[in-house]
């Protein structure tokens, strides 16, 4: 009998779940964990290497909505399965957002739990090896990062070089570029890994809230803040913070950034007394900081601050060589998430993606691969591509134009042919709405 390498935590607040899960995890040669709460289970996850995560839902104490919560932020790449009662269509769907691969419900079968397992550790299998060789010895994956081209590389370069410190770092690059997973991949990559990282769309908070979402507040700061609370940067402590969008921050908040860059120190809404911080920064923008600094809407100063190394993600377009591994890596996510099975694609159709332009980046390829999976039985062919990738193809190959300004008349057509339905056409093109403006007025 062969031990096999993966190891599996489950966790359930019912011990006899867990001696029967135990029975049949061990009958297939896995080594297992068990945890009968979510604490413990915390505890072992900092101890071993674990392949994969199986997880009741309701427990007392803290549940399992939260640990899948923690296993996401601090071991994002750690599969995770879900055990559960019947469950409401509402807590289904918090189970997919929560990033779980799967979920069975109680009770199962034997078969069932070994499809379910087999179904989430597969994909994941080369989890341990961070870089994956190309028989070029190049990479071809890095943490989540995949891509082979010179521009990957080069990125991937830099992430190594300040992974393991604390320098403020800027990422640019167009919508869908992969900054996040750029942001992502310095962190986890890094010897910091285990301290949080937190994201924050500096777009997506209104004005008024942004500062006190990022430092805190003190007890009667404004009216409404009945206790002191801490913000973003407090939380972040000891790891990093991504200030995403960071062009859509308000002057105040640049300002008090900037002190936070000079300083090492936050000092809350309403208080007097700075407090020590140690964050590595990290900021990313798919505006035109440079414009804004002479329209006098960015603070040249913190431009400075922020931009003490520069990745610039390179769009899709000047990166070709990378789409066959991409389409590759969301055929295998997409086919077992709808089909159970790992779908090819026609080398015609491979064709009509390498050609095309990608204004939407790898978002826009992402879905348009997620699309044609659910369109095909077998293959995914040219017919399960969407219409204005073909048509793209004649017109770039027709009329000689700066890119610019085919991607700017694409964008009209496909306002045109939505009835200038914003929501619709940022859809089609994988960009978001706000991108669709800045596009047009380029
Ligand atoms: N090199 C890559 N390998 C695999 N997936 C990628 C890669 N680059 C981007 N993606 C995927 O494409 C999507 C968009 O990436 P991400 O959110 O990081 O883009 P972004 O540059 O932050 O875009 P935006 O400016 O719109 O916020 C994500 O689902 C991400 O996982
Ligand atoms: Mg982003």
Known sequence: MHLRKENILIVDDDVNILELLQRH???????????VSVKEAVTILSDSKIHL?????????????ELIKFVSEHYPKLPKLVVTGYPSVQDSLTIIKSGAVDYLTKPFTKEELNLAIKKSIIPFEDNTIVHKKHLDGKNETYGDIIGNSVKINEVIQVIERVK???????????????????ARAIHYQGKFSRAPFIAVNCGAIPENLLESELFGYTKGAFTGAEQSRDGFFQAADG?????????????????????????????????????????????????????????QTFR???????????????????????????????????GLEYKDRYLKITPEALTILERYDWPGNIRELENIIQRAVIMSDKMVDIEHLPEHLKYNLKMSSTVLQPLKEIEKQYIK????????????????????RKTIRQKLSE
């Open 413 to 432: 057509k496909v306002l045109r042919s939505t009835d200038n339905n914003k929501t619709k056409a940022a859809e089609i093109l994988g960009i978001d």
């Open 300 to 334: 040249e100063d913190l431009y400075y601050r922020l931009t003490v190394v520069e990745i610039n993600v390179a769009p899709l377009r000047e990166r070709k060589e990378d789409i066959t591994l991409l389409v590759d890596k969301f055929l295998v996510k997409y």
């Open 25 to 35: 995890l061990q009958s297939w040669n896995y080594h297992v964990f068990k945890a």
């Open 164 to 182: 393991n410190n604390k320098a403020t770092i800027f990422i640019k690059g167009e919508s869908g570029t992969g900054k996040e997973l750029v």
């Open 53 to 65: 995560l199986i997880t009741d839902l309701k427990m007392p104490e803290i549940d399992g909505f």
């Open 239 to 295: 790891g990093t913070i991504f200030l995403d969008e960071i062009g859509d921050a308000s002057l105040a908040v640049q300002s008090r950034l900037l002190r936070v860059l000079q300083e090492k120190e936050v000092v809350k809404v309403g208080a007097q007394k700075a407090v020590k911080i140690d964050v590595r920064i990290i900021a990313a923008t798919n505006s035109n900081l440079r414009t804004m600094i002479a329209k």
